[in-house]
């Protein structure tokens, strides 16, 4: 073989490689979104890094996390810098589920997003709500399982356009509607819903009571609403110096203004009026093991990594996208932790319903 033809055979194999590494490669495709359309959200390309500097600094006035008015920007700002990389590396359903043997992560996550809308007891014709919709992953496995009207909530305009886009696409927009707006102070009128859910969402309201006040205040009488809420369990000791370091390692890579005790989740909504039809912690036994996907997830984030860091280098990806990149992986490593030793569930289960 000359040297004209080795050349030309190692370029051909090269491209290819590339192709597949930044197209093919995982599961981004399948879910809808590119490794080289990476992005911070609402944010503009050049101000990501410096976004992301701010995010970080609410941190370090630690005061600023406790005000209402702040966490807002605060959920916001995360969710611009994180959206498009959880969607491209995660998929459009941002929570987590019990592993399922025998089914795969997408279908474990579908079955426990319906679960949630069974036990609302709703069906066509009724008016349900998604309190921290995201992107809208959940409201679509709901929509289309119970062929109820879901309407979601979410902080951030980004996750609303690409939640718009992605309902078109499954051909459910006329059972989904997006909202863009805060779920402390919701632009729907009183007694309006039929049932409501949040998975994973209400842990970013710096006042629980706020968020369950206003999801009561707009269901009907006799409605029911469930949540999936990240707690610190009964195996949590506020003395232990490694437990507080993975519990303050959620906190940070997660934009929570603080994680509850789950002792405290059925007297919050007692307090603002809710009867508690049931509670219980999902990842427990039997449930399998919900923290397993992000172990063997390791390689996936070294391979996604490498190629956000060349992303950024030749700037097809904004500057700060690889800092990001590494804060969730860091992050995943203490959810893990928290998993691994019992003391966090992201699955705590609360039913609960409005008085007649």
């Known amino acids: 073989m000359d040297s004209l033809t080795l050349f030309s055979t190692a370029a051909i194999v090269l491209a290819g490689g590339l192709y597949w590494f930044i197209c093919i490669l995982g599961s981004a495709e399948q879910k809808g979104k590119r490794a080289v359309h990476l992005s ?28 209402a008015e ?60 998604d309190a921290g919709c995201g992107v809208g992953g959940p409201m679509r496995a709901v929509a289309a399982h119970s062929g109820a009207n879901v309407v979601g909530i979410t902080i951030n305009e980004y996750q609303v356009k690409r939640a718009r886009a992605h309902n078109k696409k499954a051909g459910l927009d006329s059972l989904c509607e997006v909202v863009c707006g805060n779920f402390l102070e919701m632009p729907f009128e009183d007694n309006s819903f039929d049932g409501a859910y949040s998975i994973e969402a209400t842990c970013h309201a710096p006042k629980l009571e706020e968020v369950y006040g206003e999801i009561y205040r707009v269901l009907k009488p ?61 990842a ?60 966090f569930t992201p699955m705590h289960m609360i039913l609960c319903r409005k008085p007649e």
Not at 40 to 67: A, L
Not at 104 to 114: G, V, W, Y
């Open 40 to 67: 911070g959200g609402s944010i503009s390309k050049e101000k990501v890094q410096d976004n992301y500097n701010q995010y970080w600094s609410f941190f370090r006035r630690p005061k600023e996390i406790e005000k």
């Open 70 to 129: 702040k966490v807002s920007d605060f959920v916001d700002t995360f969710y611009n810098l994180v959206t498009d990389i959880y969607e491209w590396g995660w998929g459009q359903s941002f929570h987590f589920s019990p592993a399922i043997p025998g089914k795969s992560h997408r279908e474990a996550t579908r079955i426990h997003e319906e679960m949630a809308v069974d036990l609302l007891n709703v069906g066509p014709g009724k008016r349900i709500l």
């Open 222 to 282: 006799g409605a029911l609403y469930v949540s999936y809420e990240w707690v610190t369990t009964e195996l949590f000791r506020g003395d232990d110096a490694e437990h507080c370091e993975v519990i303050q390692g959620i906190e940070r890579g997660d934009a929570l203004p603080g994680l509850r005790c789950y002792s405290d989740i059925a007297s919050v909504a007692k307090k603002v009026g809710f009867e508690i039809v049931q509670e219980r912690d999902l």
């Open 284 to 343: 427990k036994p039997p449930s399998q093991p919900w923290w397993t996907r992000l172990k063997m997830g390791r390689i996936a984030y070294w391979r996604n990594h490498i190629l956000v860091t060349i992303l950024a280098f030749i700037g097809i990806a904004p500057k700060g996208v690889v800092d990001v990149h590494e804060m969730l992986f860091v992050t995943a490593d203490y959810l893990t932790r928290g998993g691994e030793s019992g003391i």
